[in-house]
């Protein structure tokens, strides 16, 4: 059984990954910001996972104004960097896991979610530069596939952030029902408070940022009652990315422990927010995760009637198929 063992929030301001490609991580200015994330790649590196499903949102790149999907899945074999300006950035393709995405396509829309199933991409700085920040700049390959969830944060209406919530509680239904036994980690992507533009272009609210960080530990379900307009006062108009976190936190235990954060402003014109949140029923290596999938005898009865009943339906199907 595949399984998430852990969450990573990161911002993915664009400016870290123009430091990144231009060699600038030494300067002062950067290298406050680099340095949070030394302990991030190291966690990462032991963590070894064998898939990384990384919530971000397209900014133009992907979509453009004429089609903007709310929640759009990468099914695809891999997904090149987009230009989004300046040429495409100078890091590997990214690979995908046409299998498991397909998997979690049938599950989430089965489950009501109903999901945008892209199987051509191009992926921005907003999925590129937090696989940076966590793997480091590898020159020929990501160290594991990756399945892009782009969220619609950029136009009026965004989901809100308990539909995000839910998402991810969806979502880890689907990766713990699919057969293969992979470690997969999860990123929410985006944030922290930020504006870019107009009269307030610049506004960083250290405070709500950092309770917000406090709650997606402890009480993410707070977090899910927060309306838009609240982000928008609070963390900027584009501070509505942070809704994303909450795909990520859905997609755990309740209770996680939070084994690093890092806070750091600003970046460009962006408070940077990162944050490591690991499932108490991690897996050890590959082995079955503590607590769970221990097979009592209710387990074994309950499993003979569900294989029972995908018996008959099989049988009712194929009686069908013969008329
Ligand atoms: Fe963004």
């Not at 990468?74 to 393709?93: H, I, N, T």
Request: hydrophobic share 40%.
């Amino acid at each position: 059984m595949a399984r998430i063992i852990a969450g990573v929030g990161s911002s993915h301001v664009p400016a870290i990954g123009a430091a990144l490609d231009n060699g600038k991580t030494e300067e002062p200015y950067w290298k406050r910001v680099f340095s949070g994330f030394e302990k991030s790649k190291q966690w990462m590196a032991q963590a070894k996972p064998d898939v990384a499903i990384v919530v971000y949102n397209d900014h133009a790149s992907a979509f453009s104004v004429e089609m903007i999907p709310t929640f759009a899945l990468g099914c695809a074999a891999e997904f090149p960097p987009a230009d989004e300006g300046w040429g495409p950035r100078p890091v590997p393709v990214v690979k995908g896991h046409p299998a498991l995405a397909a998997h979690i396509a049938q599950s989430v829309i089965l489950d009501e979610f109903d999901l945008t199933i892209v199987n051509k991409m191009e992926v921005d700085h907003g999925l590129t530069v937090p696989m940076n920040l966590l793997f480091g700049q590898p020159k020929d390959a990501w160290p594991c596939p990756v399945i892009p969830l782009a969220v619609n944060v950029v136009m009026y209406p965004p989901p809100t952030g308990h539909r995000c919530y839910m998402l991810g509680k969806a979502l880890r239904k689907a990766v713990e029902s699919y057969p293969e036994d992979l470690n997969v980690v999860i990123f929410g992507t985006g944030g922290l408070s930020h504006q870019i533009s107009g009269p307030r272009a610049g506004l960083i609210n250290s405070k709500w940022d950092k309770s917000f960080l406090d709650n997606l530990t402890r009480d993410p379900k707070k977090l899910t009652r927060i309306p838009h307009i609240e982000y928008m006062r609070e963390a900027g108009a584009e501070g509505i990315e942070m809704v994303m976190w909450l795909i990520m936190r859905g997609a755990l235990d309740d209770k996680v422990d939070e084994v690093y954060r890092f806070y750091t402003v600003p970046a460009s014109n962006t408070a940077v927010g990162h944050i490591i949140l690991e499932n108490r029923r991690k897996a050890a290596g590959k082995s079955r995760p503590a607590g769970r999938g221990k097979t009592t005898s209710k387990s074994k009865a309950a499993g003979r009637s569900r294989q029972a009943a995908a018996r008959k339906a099989a049988h009712r199907i194929a009686s069908k198929g013969t008329r």
